[in-house]
């Protein structure tokens, strides 16, 4: 069966630096090729239960059409030493879950791998995991 939504957690106190919904987008796309999110809406917030009983930030893959690659988004993450070390646990939550949490649009991923619509996080924290890709790559750096 292939997942057609996927919602990842994160641990807001391990989460470095500013704020921590780019952070957890920046994790992400370090872990996972855009291209295995295209044709998918993404969204992003808080979890119900934070800050009474847990401290999660929760991202979500949802594709409106066609096939989902949850599969590979789950996979992706699963070997990324980055997401493990901040991830909340349960790591991951179903379609189901995604749906009970109060999570915004952060954007769409055409079919091409562009972000469009708004997205105050997903889309500049791509930006830059790009551009450290890029200079990493011309520093000779890993």
Same mark, same amino acid.
């Given at each position: ?15 470095? #630096? +500013? !704020?921590? *919904?780019?952070?957890?987008? $920046?994790?992400?796309?370090? @872990?996972?090729?855009?291209?295995? /999110? =295209? ?26 059409? #066609? +096939? !989902?690659? *949850?599969?590979?988004?789950? $996979?992706?993450?699963?070997? @990324?030493?980055?997401?493990?070390? /901040? =991830? ?28 469009? !619509? ?25």
């Amino acid at each position: 069966m292939t997942l057609k939504c996927i919602g990842i957690r994160f641990d807001i106190g391990k989460i470095d #630096g +500013g !704020g921590y *919904g780019e952070e957890c987008w $920046k994790v992400f796309w370090q @872990a996972v090729d855009i291209k295995v /999110v =295209a044709g998918a809406q993404l969204l992003e917030g808080d979890t119900n239960d934070t800050p009474d009983t847990e401290n999660v930030y929760c991202l979500a893959v949802k594709w409106l059409m #066609g +096939g !989902g690659r *949850g599969d590979d988004v789950r $996979k992706a993450l699963e070997n @990324a030493e980055i997401y493990l070390n /901040v =991830a909340a646990q349960p790591r991951f939550i179903d379609a189901d879950q995604v749906r009970r949490e109060p999570l915004v649009e952060a954007g769409m991923v055409d079919r091409s791998g562009r972000i469009v !619509g708004t997205s105050y996080r997903a889309l500049p924290a791509l930006k830059k995991v790009l551009n450290e890709r890029a200079l990493s790559q011309t520093t000779g750096e890993i």
